[in-house]
């Protein structure tokens, strides 16, 4: 799914107005019967409705859905914000077809309101404003969505939370944003709801297809969208029936501190499991038995020393390394790592500690090759960044622009992970669970990603796939187990199945 800008989102309406045999006043009623369609689902007629209308589309769209409502029954009562005394044309088209409906109690706002009574029963349809939002709201807007934010009243939002911007709210006011219990989106969701911190604004967030130009979406470029198993399924490589584990590609893990050896078991098991012929785990002396005893499948090299990661070693046999997990930031281990890196002959994914490392000596970073794929959770990417950012989106937008400076894969964790490219371009993981907020989960995607590198896939698709794998694995396992006791080694439990769906 395509995530498109409001500038872009706006070209998609004329675009679809001017091309399809619909009106603009037809697609309004399309969204609105949609939307209707989507309120009765959760409300019955019983439901007393309190229908809160800007004076653009949005405001539109939620005049056609009062009058919808109304002739379903519903007692609806409806505030039109025109203080301007200007409509859009189709927000004034609703207003005269709600007119004459008869059904509805209106009052237009020009000046000053005295706000409804809202209580617990209420259903309240927040039309205020919609992908045409350009700055923070103030005045009387800020006052009314103030009040219905502190009323009990429930609060389905049209298209977006009014008061929340379509792209980024580092600067919004963020008392002046509805709170809505249900938000329904028109044709696609915007990039501010994949944001965890703007998730306290949308409730639960559903997308209504409102049929817009399938042509206009296809041919048109955007930085952002969400990868779907459609966009997955084709980057599968296929194993040849005479494959042998020396043609399915090597893999070597650095990984595991004394006290931190489940980091390098996770990643080397989740390694295997993702295909690689060969696993080798890099690890301290101490770790020896541990790893033996839980992954009998992997190769072992033991580090010089006893309980850190060293001395750099040699990766030319190797099609892929993987660093980072349970490595522990010893002064020893940095310097280790810092030569190891320049080093590596293969392609390299970087996570945890190997991060964090990077972060305190930051000089050093000039120096990663290209196409390094670094895996860091908000935390470790504030680190790397040397500052923490002031919201979700400025972060992504950081993460963005760090890795087509350095040329590098930065896959920026967390719900909707993100893939941001060297070019540019953001791709946005749609599987994974709560369930997977538990330690060593980041262990595991390192462990997928390297494999899949091993595999010989290149280093986007390795990204893709391996954030969908994972993601994937771990709701298989929910499915299974429940969110609650989901731990990161039913993650690579679950790696068999996740592969299963996807070749299907
Ligand atoms: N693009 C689509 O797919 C469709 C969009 N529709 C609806 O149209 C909406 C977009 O409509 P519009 O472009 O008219 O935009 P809005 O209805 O979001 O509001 C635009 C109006 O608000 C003013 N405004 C912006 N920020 C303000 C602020 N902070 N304080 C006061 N006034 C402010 C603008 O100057 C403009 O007059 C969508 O959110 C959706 O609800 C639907 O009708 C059908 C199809
Ligand atoms: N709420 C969530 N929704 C989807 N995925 C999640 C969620 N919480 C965590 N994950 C995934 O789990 C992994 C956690 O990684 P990380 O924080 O590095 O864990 P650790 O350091 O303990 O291994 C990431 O891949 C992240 O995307
Ligand atoms: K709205």
Redesign the pocket.
């Known amino acids: 799914m395509k995530i498109f800008t409001s500038a872009q989102?706006?070209e998609?309406?004329k675009y679809t107005i001017e091309h399809e045999p619909i009106s603009s006043l037809n697609?309004?009623e399309r969204?609105a019967k949609a939307l209707k369609r989507a309120i009765e689902e959760e409300w019955s007629n019983r439901t007393p409705v309190v229908v809160f209308a800007?004076?653009?589309?949005?405001?539109?769209?939620a005049l056609a859905v009062a009058r919808m409502l109304s002739e379903d029954g519903y007692d609806v009562s409806v505030y039109l914000f025109n203080v301007q005394n200007k409509l859009?044309a189709d927000c004034l088209a609703n207003k005269k077809r709600l007119l004459d409906a008869k059904r509805v109690k209106f009052t237009e706002i020009t000046t000053n309101l005295d706000p409804p009574k809202l209580n617990a029963e209420t259903l309240v349809v927040d039309g205020l404003?919609?992908?045409?939002?350009?700055?923070?709201?103030a005045g009387g807007?800020a006052a009314m969505v103030k009040y219905i934010n502190q009323s009990p009243a429930k609060v389905v939002s049209?298209?977006?939370p009014s008061g929340l911007m379509t792209e980024d709210n580092s600067y919004n006011i963020h008392a002046n944003i509805i709170r809505a219990s249900l938000t329904l989106t028109?044709?696609q969701k915007k990039l501010s709801m994949l944001m965890a911190d703007n998730q306290q604004y949308l409730g639960r967030l559903r997308v209504l297809d409102?049929r817009?130009s399938q042509e206009f979406i296809q041919n048109t470029e955007c930085q952002c969208r969400i990868l779907e198993e459609n966009d997955i399924r084709p980057l599968l490589k296929s194993r040849s029936d005479f494959a042998h584990k020396g043609s399915m590609g090597n893999a070597l893990l650095i990984a595991g501190s004394y006290g931190m050896s489940g980091a390098s078991v996770l990643a080397t098991k989740a390694c295997l499991r993702t295909g690689a012929g060969k696993v080798t785990a890099h690890t301290p002396k101490r770790n020896y038995e541990i790893m033996q005893i839980s992954v009998p499948e992997a190769v072992l090299q033991m580090d010089a020393e006893e309980t850190i990661f060293s001395e750099p070693v040699d990766t030319e046999m190797f099609d892929a390394l993987g660093v980072g997990p349970g490595l522990g930031q010893n002064e020893t281990t940095a310097i280790a790592l810092i030569a190891q890196l320049r080093r590596a002959t293969c392609p390299l994914v970087i996570d945890a500690d190997a991060l964090n490392i990077l972060s305190s000596h930051r000089a050093w970073m000039q120096q990663l090759p290209k196409n390094i794929i670094m895996t860091p959770h908000p935390k470790e990417f504030d680190r790397l960044a040397g500052n923490a950012s002031s919201s979700c989106t400025e972060r992504l937008m950081k993460a963005s622009e760090l890795a087509e400076r350095l040329q590098a894969y930065i896959i920026l964790k967390g719900h909707y992970s993100a893939l941001c490219h060297p070019d540019g371009k953001i791709d946005f993981c749609s599987t994974g669970n709560s369930g997977m907020a538990t330690a060593g989960s980041g262990d595991v995607l390192t462990g997928i990603i390297t494999g899949l590198l091993a595999r010989g896939y290149k280093q986007e698709d390795a990204c893709r796939l391996g954030m969908h794998l994972h993601g994937l694995a771990g709701d298989l396992a929910a499915k299974d187990l429940g969110k609650e006791s989901l731990i990161a080694s039913d993650i690579i439990q679950y790696l068999p199945k996740a592969f299963l769906r996807l070749e299907e």
């Open positions: 989102i706006h998609l309406d697609l309004m969204a800007g004076p653009g589309n949005n405001g539109g769209d859009s404003f919609g992908s045409g939002l350009n700055k923070p709201l807007f049209i298209d977006i028109l044709q409102i817009l």
